[in-house]
């Protein structure tokens, strides 16, 4: 049985990958704490030999009428970002895919009610939400599967939460595997306007779009800090207010891989809370709790499979499974609204 072995909130920002001269420039000749902290993460979690895939759902990638997996058997070639291409030109990228996890992922939408389809199309595009992290965390481990799960615009709370569920599901049901699951995106997601955005280039958080996005963010960061996901989820009404990314997607499809307000798995900071031009981002790491992601919230110390759900599933009823993804749609959340669109990319 696969397992999710760890799972991160992480931020994907282009500084993160321009030249350090251009960073200290920008920064007030301070190194970005993103930066640092992503070596940091690769040292102490992704250099380890103790998983094989690396699972990111990209707050970039926005579809339509379904979630889309990607499921080449290798990834390789040059990105230029259609949103900075100045910064961002032509980053050379080769990675396997994980095809199996994908094609099992697939078959548990019925399940969950939702839609799901796994691509192998070598001309799919990419996004920097996920190469901006795999050149940090992934390059130079060429035995590392890396997958991307997209967000999808129509979609709301509830389909998100639906989309963890299955892929959680779908893990499980590949033999062996060990995955680490990457929400990329930030929190609050507010743009100075173009006239003044060169003036809150500095990582310093004064420079966040408003106080209050910045006290929303803290909190949930605090919050996390302490495995609450359980405020972070039943709070979204009141953070979708200071716009994070994508409505916070990327995370909602993490929590529900991860048990959802049963989740007691607390975040360690690698980096500090920084600004990009007003939006808010941190790096958090969620290890495994000793007893599974809805135990105690503990750090994982023996290395027996947990299932992710297994205390989740005791609390709360197994979602329809005779649910069919072409005759049944899956319910809004009310507390959403319906298909909205996340904002993904430049808001």
């Not at 760890?6 to 500084?15: F, I, N, S, Y």
């Not at 499980?172 to 060169?198: D, K, Q």
């Not at 990582?203 to 966040?208: A, E, F, T, Y």
Request: charged share 25%.
């Amino acid at each position: 049985m696969g397992e999710i072995v760890g799972a991160g909130l992480l931020a994907h920002v282009p500084t993160i990958v321009l030249p350090e001269a251009d960073r200290l420039e920008l920064n007030e000749g301070k190194e970005i704490t993103l930066v640092t902290g992503l070596r940091e993460l690769r040292r102490e979690v992704f250099e380890r030999d103790d998983y094989d895939t690396v699972v990111v759902l990209d707050s970039h990638w926005a579809t339509t009428v379904e979630f889309v997996v990607t499921a080449q058997q290798r990834r390789a070639g040059l990105f230029t970002s259609e949103e900075l291409p100045r910064g961002m030109c032509r980053m050379p990228y080769d990675f396997p895919g994980d095809p199996e996890l994908a094609r099992n992922l697939e078959k548990f939408a019925d399940k969950h009610g939702t839609w799901i389809t796994a691509i192998d199309d070598e001309y799919l595009p990419i996004y920097y939400a996920t190469v901006n992290l795999w050149k940090y965390l992934g390059e130079g481990l060429p035995d590392k599967r890396w997958v991307t799960i997209g967000v999808c615009q129509t979609g709301d709370m509830e389909d998100h939460l639906r989309l963890g569920r299955a892929l959680a599901d779908g893990i499980a049901a590949t033999p062996g595997r060990r995955v680490l699951l990457i929400a990329s995106g930030a929190l609050s997601h507010t743009f100075w306007p173009l006239r003044e955005l060169r003036d809150h280039e500095a990582s310093d958080p004064v420079h966040i779009r408003t106080p209050e996005a910045r006290e929303a963010d803290q909190e949930r960061i605090a919050w996390f800090k302490e495995g609450r996901h359980d405020k972070v989820l039943d709070t979204m009404d009141a953070f979708w207010k200071f716009r994070p990314e994508a409505k916070f997607f990327h995370y909602l499809m993490m929590a529900g891989a991860l048990g959802e307000q049963a989740c007691a798995a607390k975040a360690r900071q690698y980096g500090e809370y920084e600004n990009s031009v007003g939006t808010g981002q941190a790096h958090l790491w969620f290890d495994r709790p000793a007893d599974g992601w809805t135990g105690p919230g503990d750090p994982m110390t023996a290395t027996a499979p947990h299932h992710p759900h297994r205390r989740a599933q005791e609390a709360r009823p197994c979602p329809n499974t005779a649910a069919s993804s072409s005759t049944v749609p899956p319910s809004r959340s009310p507390s959403t609204g319906t298909n909205s669109s996340p904002g993904t990319g430049v808001e």
